[in-house]
Nanobody, 133 residues
Framework: QVQLVESGGGLVHTGGSLMLSCAAFGYTSPYYTIGWFRQAPGKEREGVLCISNASGSTYYTDSVKGRFTISRDNAKNTVFLQMNSLKPEDTATYFC??????????????????????????WGKGTLVTVSS
């Protein structure tokens, strides 16, 4: 059973930085699609960034372009979300979600999951990011 564990959330002032981690346990594969999503209180879930072996990194929202980046450490089976120049509107619980494949899966890349995040098989429990003004 695959388990995703997020960490790195916390309280930061406007303009500050945080790095979130999403560690995957129970399975590893060179074929993957892993996304970061966030949900603020009273708002719908929003895609943030995604990375896949098939299509590299993909921004799901323009609001984080130039401020957030995504990367993966294959050896550690961990995906990172580096968040810089944080704003109060970035306050949310951040979730990572993933699908892993035993064979190359070029169709189920980040573009596929942008419209179908619910199709991702594995979700973490989330980590809270609070940006104070």
């Amino acid at each position: 059973q695959v388990q995703l564990v997020e960490s790195g959330g916390g309280l930061v002032h406007t303009g500050g930085s945080l790095m979130l981690s999403c560690a995957a346990f129970g399975y590893t594969s060179p074929y993957y699609t892993i996304g970061w999503f966030r949900q603020a209180p009273g708002k719908e879930r929003e895609g943030v960034l995604c990375i896949s072996n098939a299509s590299g990194s993909t921004y799901y929202t323009d609001s984080v372009k130039g401020r957030f980046t995504i990367s993966r450490d294959n050896a550690k089976n961990t995906v990172f979300l580096q968040m810089n120049s944080l704003k109060p509107e970035d306050t949310a619980t951040y979730f990572c979600a993933a699908d892993f494949f035993s064979i190359p899966a070029p169709i189920t890349d980040c573009g596929y999951y942008k419209q179908r995040p619910g199709d991702m098989d594995y979700w973490g429990k989330g980590t809270l990011v609070t940006v104070s003004s």
